[in-house]
């Protein structure tokens, strides 16, 4: 009767959002428009942790991420790809897309990226211009050091740090300006609480100077026309304006939130859940760093990941997400970024512990629920 | 105390589709997204009147145009450029942007483009592959002859039509397989009756086939891997779930009301205002043509379509648009495209007589309200 959304992105919408949303259109041209936009260009800069202009584009986030690569490079030039996941692959086929020289920093799906080897690369590899990764990789629900990677980038003045923070930014501290990181990337539909149809896109002094010099063909991802509209509170194109207006709602939410105490609250989210997770007898798919974002879940043994989705659906309307490619299957993904309190995680641990009872798994009803309890009382 | 909207989009979203949108997000990697998504496949075949498949790219309409001119074409490839109009010059950025080589046929805007000087040009360039032009040109309120022109391009194996139809597709008939055009592109925020932030592209057999030759780099609008996404009821990225939502709503509405009524009551709308506008004294600047999406009025002697518009916004919080480019303040532009039915033309044609009225133009009173009653009743 009642249904239930744990995956993460798209999350679940605040009812004072879906109805902001609901009123009648207004036209983007006019001061209404105009005067709201810039509200939220300062929320969004307090969002990012940053002083640079944050760029509001309608497309998904990875949109924006294709704006990256096509506004900050050439052809031909090589940059340092990050692979631990789905969406670092994605790094890759757009840096390829574009006629970029990838150089991949491998490492296996679950385990973060080794900072050390990314300098190694930097090193050896003296050409490359930026280095393109997740703070979170949303296929293995895996946290990047970026904070230590920004150490290794922000000297190079002649490399950027390209950073994906899709399921990141707004989940957990990462100053964009404070730690030196040259392009941070969002979308709408994850910690911002929205659905999906807008990405986000900040680039540091560096990156715009960088940007000055390429040569890829753009036009609607063209982010320097996106930043002299954005400074006249405007858009080159048509905007999705009713996601904007959810977009000024939602950075008010989290302004009276208060950024800290959202990571906070994430923070404490996900903890508890990775407790409750382990005391039912499974493991995380995250072999270290686990992400705040999500909650990587390995399937132990004779359980299927994809029956045990179904089931969550099936029996109680709930959906968490699968895994992706090479590990469909393996694992569950169980979402608690954005709209989420403690109570929805009595419901997804609950939804959890019954549909492994009902398929078999030897676990003891009550344990996961009762370690939630304690880490959030 | 109330808000009216007459702007050639955004133009009106009606309630009941603002309703289905404000209802909690769904996952769009789920049976029930996905369903739908098939439902709305069916929907805009039948709007675009076409067995070719639509795509629905969460963009602007730029980003479709983008699609276009990314997907069929290669660098340095000659296409005719018909500019009319800000939007003529758009399709000729785009062109100019992603390297290839325009010739362009300029008209002078408000008047439609001449087939036999396409056809002239076509033979003088042999090399063209492709004619780029909008079927109602929104900046001036001009219809182009798509059917004419594309008599010139269907037998010519090696020439796409690429029509821009943003305020023509559910305004009036182009049917794009009966006429043999190869490209058409349309948007949400208009005649589809949704707020901005999705885009649709069809492309014909001929179409697809030029796509294949195609060398220009490109990633989030790879039109192919639309198709085949598509073709399995899903996006390749996440896509604007809760507009295509609002989408499956609008499309029932209009496949409700029926494609050949829906053309009807546009073309009634838009006699009827451009009658009431000449009643008034006033000249359309549509020199020939009229596009049925809006009515362009060219401003008489002594009044500034700046002060109009500022007119119409501060009595009655009703927004037109205005010129854009060189004919800023020198025409409005009122919209009867989507979600207009009779009634709303009395109050756009009422404030027009009562705002020229404060603004010192003889207009008598009641002059164009009694001929849009006339050609309404």
């Known amino acids: 009767m009642k249904s239930y959304l744990f995956a993460p992105g798209p999350t679940p919408v605040p009812e004072n959002v879906l109805l902001r949303m609901a009123a009648p259109i207004i036209h983007h041209r006019e001061k209404v428009f105009s005067d709201l936009f810039g ?101 293995t629900g895996v946290m ?17 740090l390209v950073v994906d923070g899709i399921t990141a930014v707004g989940v957990f501290e990462m100053p964009m300006d404070a730690w030196g990181i040259d392009v941070v990337v969002t979308g709408s539909q ?12 900040s680039l540091s002094e560096k990156a715009w100077r960088m940007a000055e010099q390429s040569d890829i063909p753009r036009y609607y991802f063209d982010l320097k026309k996106h930043l002299d509209s954005a400074q006249k509170n405007q858009t080159p194109y048509t905007p999705a304006i009713s996601l904007i207006i959810g977009l000024h709602e939602v950075l008010s939410m989290l302004m009276e939130e208060g950024l800290e105490n959202v990571f906070t609250r994430h923070h404490r989210l996900a903890e508890a859940t990775r407790e409750a997770v382990k005391a039912m007898g499974l493991q995380l798919f995250a072999k270290a760093s686990p992400s705040d974002a999500l909650t990587a879940v390995q399937m132990p043994e004779g359980i299927d990941g994809i029956e045990l989705k179904k089931t969550f659906l099936e029996r109680y309307d709930m959906v968490v997400a699968g895994g992706q490619n090479q590990i469909k299957g393996k694992i569950i993904r169980i979402a608690h970024l954005g709209y989420f309190d403690p109570m929805d995680m009595f419901q997804v641990i609950g939804a959890l512990e019954m549909s492994l009872h009902k398929l078999g798994y030897p676990v003891e009803l009550g344990s996961g629920l009762k370690v939630l309890s304690e880490k959030l009382a």
């Open 144 to 160: 990047h050091p970026i904070r230590e990677i920004a150490e290794i980038t922000a000297p190079r003045q002649d490399v950027v």
């Open 39 to 139: 509200e939220v260009r300062e929320g969004l800069k307090y969002l990012f942790q940053t002083k640079q202009e944050v760029l509001i584009l309608t497309a998904s986030g990875t949109g924006a991420m294709e704006g990256a690569v096509s506004n900050l490079f050439s052809k031909g030039d090589q940059v340092l790809v990050v692979r631990a996941g789905k969406f670092g692959q994605r790094w890759g086929e757009l840096a390829e897309a574009f006629g970029l020289s990838p150089v991949y920093a491998d490492f296996p799906w679950g385990e973060p990226a080794d900072p050390e080897k990314i300098k190694q690369l930097l090193d050896e590899n003296p050409a490359v211009k930026g280095v393109l990764i997740q703070a979170s990789e949303t296929s």
């Open 190 to 201: 994850k910690a911002l609480m929205l659905p999906p149809g807008l990405a986000f896109i």
